[in-house]
Nanobody, 127 residues
Framework: QVRLVESGGGLVQAGGSLRLSCTASGSGTSFRSYTMAWFRQTPGKEREFVAAETWGSITYGDSVKGRFTISRDNAKGAVYLQMNNLQSEDTAVYYC????????????????????WGQGTQVTVSS
């Protein structure tokens, strides 16, 4: 069983930056083969795909392209989300997700592609 724990959320002014972290435990040395992703959700809305990475292949959601960067450190079992030029519409709970499989690009935006989820971390952007 893989356990994901997010951190790094908080309150930031519009135009500012935050870096989210997600640490995985229970995946062992196979972490490097996991597809790791970030989603976000605001109250009353469906969960929105943000970014995913697998074996060096990266996909971003349209609303964050050019502002957010996903990266990972396989030695630490961690994935990161660097968020720059944050706007009020980026306010959400951000979730880390993972799959033990190499998720193909067309499936990375689907929640159903990921079997493990973190508890989420709140990001609030004040305008």
């Amino acid at each position: 069983q893989v356990r994901l724990v997010e951190s790094g959320g908080g309150l930031v002014q519009a135009g500012g930056s935050l870096r989210l972290s997600c640490t995985a435990s229970g995946s062992g040395t196979s972490f490097r083969s996991y597809t790791m992703a970030w989603f976000r959700q605001t109250p009353g809305k469906e969960r929105e795909f943000v970014a995913a990475e697998t074996w060096g292949s990266i996909t971003y959601g349209d609303s964050v392209k050019g502002r957010f960067t996903i990266s990972r450190d396989n030695a630490k079992g961690a994935v990161y989300l660097q968020m720059n030029n944050l706007q009020s519409e980026d306010t959400a709970v951000y979730y880390c997700a993972s799959s033990p499989n190499r998720v193909i690009q067309s499936a990375r935006r689907r929640e159903s592609s990921y079997g493990f989820w973190g508890q989420g971390t709140q990001v609030t952007v004040s305008s």
